[in-house]
């Protein structure tokens, strides 16, 4: 992609996250532009389970590998997705993937739908707009959207749809999904904002 | 030093987690002091610190200036590196990790000296981007588009 002078590219970036196994490099690659790479960053996780002592907080840094592609979107915006391993023992601080980010993609594989509690959990405390999109893995839904919607207690305003990893419409789909959650909250805010100081 | 390595000078300047066929140049007086390429470290690649002077996101997108272009001939090790990868197309820090198998925080700091120094151009993310109406509509358009 050449750049023109004085006018560069804007990366955004969206955090793809789910549990061991969702799909989630699957997805990102089924829109990507490249292959998609992987990358090793620190993460500072807090022990949990099963090393928790009380209150001693056990800080340890971690090495996560993420898998991320990059989409050229318009001769401007460069869309990175970001991949990331939810499920573990650690609660992953993923403050640092989370920085800047516009929004995540909760992927769920039916059949082991606590999987995504962590990452739910992450996004809601944090208030990251995100959606809930449960891999159909070509046809197989172990259990409904509403089924799953209930199981994890996702909020009303959380969107709860169905994808395919492995098919770029289904993904691209999913992508649109949570910009829209994206733009209504921008758009509301601007609202609140405008009412302020107008 | 014995054998084989003893004829080739530059023979120990190739680390053996790099993916490189060829040695490295020899140094140049203009060189990056980072010992004499063994070190294989985090540490050693950014000389021991871990501070930056200006901050990267995963996704800042980086492209070589022309006096880093220039510059090519006189860095070394992942300096060199960095520089050559996004001497033509802008490419995320995420991107140089992933390509040059050196970790995120690696990249980070050395990037930001080559910033610091006018050898690199940095496009950073849209600075409220959740706020950003007009961009996250230009983006759903792209992506519905796509």
Known sequence: ?198 | MRGAEADDPHAQLVRPFLDRKQPLKPLSPDSYALGAGSAVRAYAMTGGRSHVSVHLEFETMLQATADGREALTAVRFERADILRQCQNDPQSVAELSARLHVPIGVVRVVASDLIAEGYLKAFYPSANVADDVLLITKLIAGVRAL
């Open chain 1, 1 to 198: 992609m050449p750049s023109k002078p004085g006018k560069g590219p804007i990366p955004v970036k969206l955090v793809v996250a789910g549990g061991f196994g969702a799909g989630k490099t699957t997805f990102v690659g089924a829109i990507s532009d490249i292959k998609p790479l992987t990358t090793e960053a620190a993460m500072t996780s807090y022990g949990e389970g099963v090393d928790n002592r009380g209150d001693v907080s056990t800080k340890t840094t971690t090495t996560v590998a993420m898998d991320f592609g990059r989409v050229a979107v318009d001769d401007s915006i460069v869309l990175y997705l970001f991949g990331t391993p939810g499920q573990d023992r650690f609660g992953f601080m993923w403050n640092d993937l989370i920085q800047g980010a516009l929004g995540a993609v909760v992927l769920v594989d039916s059949r082991r739908i606590e999987d995504s509690f962590p990452s739910i959990d992450y996004f809601e405390s944090r208030s990251v707009p995100f959606v809930v999109a449960v891999n159909r893995f070509g046809g197989q839904m172990f259990h409904t959207v509403d089924e799953v919607r209930e199981a994890l207690s996702i909020s009303a305003g959380v969107p709860v749809v169905t994808t395919d990893a492995r098919g770029r419409l289904a993904v691209k789909e999913t992508v649109l999904n949570l910009l829209d959650v994206v733009l209504q909250r921008a758009m509301a805010k601007a609202k609140t904002s405008s009412l302020v100081s107008g």
